[in-house]
Every structure is written in C-alpha cells, then in structure tokens.
C-alpha cells in the first residue's frame, strides 16, 4: 500500500504556518490516522525563516520496516526539483536512501511548499537511535540537524523499536 497521499497529507499538516507550542525536550510527537488506526510517530518541524530546508523523520506501524527522511522547503519557487542527490549521515557514517520524491503542496497558495523525501530501511535507520550528529545534504547543499531534532530523532527510534518489539511478541 502506498503511503504517498497520507504522508503528504501529514507532512502539511506539520507544518509550521504560526508558531506552536514547544514540544517537551527530546519527545517527537505521536498521531494516529483515523482512517486506518496507523501510529504515526515523527520529529517536531519549528518555524523557519522562508527557503529554509527543515529535516522531519516519520515512522508509521503500516510500514514498521522502514522510516521516512523528508525535507521540507518553503520560499517562492521549488528548488529541489531538478535534483536527485540527497545523503543522510548519522555520525559521519552514511544511511542509505531509496530513490527520492519530490511533492509540492497543492493548497499553497503564497507560498511554495516543496517536499523531498526518501525511505531509510529499518536496519540503516538504527544509526539514528544513538546519534549524536545528523547531517544531510540536498542537491549542494549541507546542513547540521541541530540538537533538538537529534534528540527527537532518537526518540522516533526509540518508541518504533519498542513498537516493534511487542509486535513481534504478539506473534
């Protein structure tokens, strides 16, 4: 089952169009799809300043054996989407990523929201549990995860894994 139209429909709504309350240090934040009952479990994005590219990791219990790396993008036009080079590191060791997608916010109106995202397959994606630094580059350019987002990134991994343990139990 693809995950592409949820995704993008929780990718906007995690977006930050007004300032939100600050979540608890070091907690991602936990939803469930309604329509289907799927946990979903994904990092904080905080207001940025426009043509910013923010990080945000999503896991869901539909597709336990994989988590989502999406940057998120806003300024005037899309940037990222002649290019196909992205790169994850969790302590300067590389994470594989699938192949990239590209998605726009279709509701957008002043704004242009661009999505790139990749899957990270679960055994790659547990670097991250233990990171200390996260780093990724889209198309040239390089960013630092700051500390927040790694702390949070541990704890997506962290609730998955725990997750995945008592399903594994269960069976």
Known sequence: MSRAPFLLALLVSALPLAAQPSAPHCQSAR???PDTGAI???THLAPSAPGSADPLFVWTSDDPDSLMFAVVRNGSELRYAGCFDMTLQAD???IPLTRLRHDKDPD???TVIEYVRAEIPWADAQKLA???SITF???KDRLLV???LVCEARHVMEVAGRWRREQAGKR
Request: glycine residues 4%.
């Open 31 to 33: 939803e469930q799809d």
């Open 40 to 42: 979903v479990q994904k």
């Open 92 to 94: 300067g060791q590389p």
């Open 108 to 110: 957008s109106r002043r």
């Open 130 to 132: 233990t990171a200390k």
């Open 137 to 139: 580059t889209v198309c």
């Open 146 to 148: 700051d500390e927040k």
